[in-house]
């Protein structure tokens, strides 16, 4: 049997699967997803899981189910290019003729002391429920400190604003407005949104330090009973210590067909990828899509592409709380209910397997 391993059961990884198991799979290939956990979790929606407002029922998805699939449970230390083998926690090891890796992201503390051992994170379901936990166990009146302003900060500071209302909400981020890579008018509601309802925005921020219970901003202490990292991401672990190329976040630099250039049977999609774009869900499952194509005319014998298809994003969606949101679709700019009306639909019809 030739076999095919996906290493992690996120956006890119299933949707490579679902373009993988149809009907004209060859006979011979078998296919192996390695997680760490028993089903998929909704990274987009963490946020809303740690503060509170969704329970962990509610970002969770079952793995697909088909005989052609084999599921394993692991967390992978090292990988062997060279001699095609995944070395896993408690000894075992994994050999496989393709590789997918989706390993996904880990927050970057871009070097700033203590930023890494007193702040919580998002990044992963286990990181998410312990932020979960410390947030709903500070008492009234006492205080969140989310460091980052883009899409996940923003996201998680309104959610917390509206589970929270006896809290102090603060948002610090390092440029001149929230938001910084979409367009004008979706910073400005945003910003218009928090000061309504009292949320502190911090701009030109500059973390200098973090201790427990406290975040420097300017080397000026602001105290905090829990702080939040949400300022930036680099590739996952295992990614950066490969033997490869890699660009300034750690990222694998690819060839055209998403294959890492010395190791052609190895293919890297999602945030862990090297692309002209900003990391998303949206990204990693079109990525798939196009993982998917290739490896199937490889697993046939048949040529690759001569060109491969100009990836097309449909655009990205906000919310600020259950009421509001904001978005870019194309060129327009929108805000107010429509968005997070259009975010509810789009993540319903995506855990229905209609996405």
């Given amino acids: 049997?030739?076999?095919?391993?996906?290493?992690?059961?996120?956006?890119?990884?299933?949707?490579?699967?679902?373009?993988?198991?149809?009907?004209?799979?060859?006979?011979?290939?078998?296919?192996?997803?390695?997680?760490?956990?028993?089903?998929?979790?909704?990274?987009?929606?963490?946020?809303?899981?740690?503060?509170?407002?969704?329970?962990?029922?509610?970002?969770?998805?079952?793995?697909?189910?088909?005989?052609?699939?084999?599921?394993?449970?692991?967390?992978?230390?090292?990988?062997?290019?060279?001699?095609?083998?995944?070395?896993?926690?408690?000894?075992?090891?994994?050999?496989?003729?393709?590789?997918?890796?989706?390993?996904?992201?880990?927050?970057?503390?871009?070097?700033?002391?203590?930023?890494?051992?007193?702040t919580h994170s998002i990044q992963t379901l286990g990181s998410?429920?312990?932020?979960?936990?410390?947030?709903?166990?500070?008492?009234?009146?006492?205080?969140?400190?989310?460091?980052?302003?883009?899409?996940?900060?923003?996201?998680?500071?309104?959610?917390?604003?509206?589970?929270?209302?006896?809290?102090?909400?603060?948002?610090?981020?390092?440029?001149?407005?929230?938001?910084?890579?979409?367009?004008?008018?979706?910073?400005?509601?945003?910003?218009?949104?928090?000061?309504?309802?009292?949320?502190?925005?911090?701009?030109?921020?500059?973390?200098t330090c973090v201790e427990d219970g406290v975040v420097y901003n300017n080397n000026q202490p602001i105290e905090s009973n829990v702080i939040v990292w949400t300022a930036g991401i680099q590739a996952n672990r295992i990614v950066r210590n490969l033997p490869i190329e890699h660009d300034n976040s750690g990222r694998a630099i690819l060839n055209p067909y998403h294959q890492i250039p010395d190791y052609t049977n190895v293919y890297v999609v999602g945030d862990s990828a090297s692309l002209p774009y900003?990391?998303?869900a949206q990204l990693a499952e079109m990525q798939g899509e196009q993982i998917a194509m290739v490896l199937k005319s490889e697993m046939k014998g048949e040529g690759y592409p001569s060109v491969m298809p100009a990836i097309k994003l449909k655009g990205t969606l906000g919310s600020l709380g259950k009421k509001e949101g904001f978005g870019v679709m194309g060129k327009m700019s929108l805000v107010g209910q429509m968005p997070r009306v259009m975010k509810s639909g789009v993540l319903w019809m995506y855990k229905n397997h209609l996405g």
């Avoid at 956990?37 to 740690?50: D, I, N, Q, S, V």
């Avoid at 995944?86 to 992201?105: A, M, S």
């Avoid at 390092?174 to 218009?192: H, M, T, V």
């Fill in 1 to 118: 049997m030739r076999r095919l391993v996906i290493l992690g059961g996120g956006y890119g990884g299933l949707r490579i699967i679902e373009h993988i198991l149809t009907p004209d799979l060859p006979a011979d290939v078998s296919v192996t997803l390695v997680d760490r956990m028993p089903f998929h979790g909704l990274k987009t929606e963490y946020y809303a899981l740690a503060a509170g407002t969704e329970p962990e029922s509610k970002v969770r998805v079952p793995f697909p189910s088909d005989p052609r699939l084999q599921i394993k449970h692991g967390e992978v230390i090292d990988i062997n290019l060279t001699e095609r083998l995944i070395h896993f926690e408690n000894e075992e090891k994994l050999e496989y003729d393709w590789l997918i890796l989706g390993l996904g992201c880990e927050d970057r503390y871009h070097n700033i002391p203590g930023a890494d051992l007193y």
């Fill in 128 to 207: 998410t429920r312990r932020a979960y936990a410390a947030i709903n166990n500070i008492n009234p009146y006492g205080s969140v400190t989310v460091v980052g302003g883009g899409l996940s900060g923003v996201e998680i500071a309104a959610e917390l604003r509206e589970s929270r209302p006896d809290l102090t909400i603060r948002l610090l981020d390092r440029g001149p407005s929230i938001l910084s890579p979409f367009p004008k008018k979706l910073q400005d509601y945003a910003s218009e949104w928090f000061i309504k309802n009292d949320v502190e925005l911090i701009n030109m921020a500059n973390v």
């Fill in 278 to 280: 900003a990391p998303s």
